[in-house]
């Protein structure tokens, strides 16, 4: 009596490399310390930012006539006394304080508040009602909330997308350079093991964000920043979407790099055409985070739309159609990368020597 073994298909083949991709990584003690200092560093800049904003100084309001007695009733003011309406707003201008408060019969509490180019909130919530708000020059964010979160996305996808992609190359090239690969791909097809390694590192990565994102949101809930995290919200469960669909993408082309190398001393510079897909998107929204045509390009163009499009979202100025319309190309785009990228991987992987050129892999 003779039994019968049979290979396995393709997907489970698939899903053995990447579970063996994800061990090795979760071995690693370097990438599990890593990983929580991230998490940890994330959390601690959001519960520290909230603990300098309670202990700043108290904000200086300009007040006139009978609302100073308002403003000094509720004690968490520097009042610089004005002598008219025109001198509060002038010292608004000037900068010298953050908003005016002036006397106003039509408002309920009294008063009325003066501010440059946003709401001061700070002064609104102070007084027991909500008096009426009139803004000299309006603005529709907070510069410095844009800015935290257009560096808050240009960094998780830079450093994600950098550590995780240099993490496979790294591995392409120890194989290829040690002649394991020659082993596995006597066993295991070439594409079925650049995709294992892929989704192997691609759920890693996305993990990694998820992770972010969760303590994020956990930790503006916990200290009171819920009002931010309604605002931030939505564009962060686009970046996550996003990111999710444009590492693999990347994936593959670190993938495809590295296997045209066959020394680790020859890696840097065939992955600088990468690295390079990964910095631009990551300066571009730190730079033109309040410049809607740069964004709006940044959204639509595939390796940058992770951090174009969920930044378009918080800023209100994408119509609900259109992040749909850039994850589709996105979502094209990582195809038709994958193709070109496991061809060159193919080609690539068991020629040793010299550098592999672009076009020789291309062509096989």
């Known amino acids: 009596m003779t039994t019968s073994f049979s290979a396995p298909g393709s997907v489970a083949t698939t899903w053995l490399v990447a579970e063996r991709e994800i061990r090795m ?3 690693s003690k370097a990438f599990v310390i890593s990983t929580v200092i991230l998490l940890l560093a994330v959390l601690a800049s959001i519960v520290i930012g909230n603990v300098v904003s309670s202990s700043a100084e108290p904000t200086k309001v300009a007040a006139v006539g009978s609302a100073i007695q308002a403003v000094s009733d509720t004690g968490q003011f520097d009042v610089i006394e004005a002598g008219d309406r025109a001198d509060a707003e002038q010292l608004v201008r000037d900068g ?3 908003a ?3 006397p106003d019969e039509s408002s309920p509490t009294g008063v009325s508040v003066i501010g440059l180019d946003d709401a001061p909130g700070g002064v609104l919530s102070s007084l027991s009602i909500s008096p009426s708000l009139e803004l000299l020059e309006p603005l529709e964010h907070n510069p410095v909330l844009i800015y935290l979160v257009s560096f808050g996305f240009g960094i998780a996808f830079f450093m994600s997308a950098l550590t995780f992609g240099q993490i496979i190359a790294q591995s392409v090239v120890e ?9 596995l791909m006597a066993t295991v097809p070439v594409r079925v093991l650049l995709a294992g390694k892929i989704i192997g590192n691609s759920l890693l990565a996305f993990g990694q964000i998820a992770g972010i994102s969760a303590i994020a949101g956990i930790a503006l809930l916990a200290t009171g920043q819920d009002i931010l995290l309604a605002d931030v919200g939505p564009s962060l469960v686009w970046f996550v979407v996003f990111f999710a669909a444009g590492f693999v993408m990347l994936a593959a082309l670190y993938s495809a790099a590295a296997a ?3 020394r680790t001393e020859d890696l840097g510079s065939a992955l600088t055409p990468v690295t390079m897909l990964v910095m631009i998107p990551y300066f571009a929204v730190i730079f033109f985070n ?3 045509l740069v964004l709006t390009i940044m959204s639509y163009v595939p390796f940058a739309a992770p951090v174009g499009m969920p930044m378009r979202v918080f800023l209100g100025t994408a119509a609900w159609w259109e992040p749909l319309l850039s994850l589709a190309i996105l979502l094209a785009t990582t195809a038709i990368v994958l193709l070109i990228g496991s061809r060159v991987y193919a080609n690539g992987l068991l020629r040793t020597g010299g550098r ?5 892999a291309l062509k096989g």
Do not use: M
């Not at 592999?356 to 020789?360: P, Q, R």
């Open 260 to 262: 045209l190398v066959s």
């Open 356 to 360: 592999v050129k672009l076009g020789e």
């Open 96 to 98: 010298e304080v953050e």
């Open 290 to 292: 309040d410049n809607n």
């Open 175 to 183: 194989e290829k350079q040690t002649r394991i690969v020659e082993i």
């Open 25 to 27: 990584r979760l071995r």
């Open 100 to 102: 005016a408060v002036v």
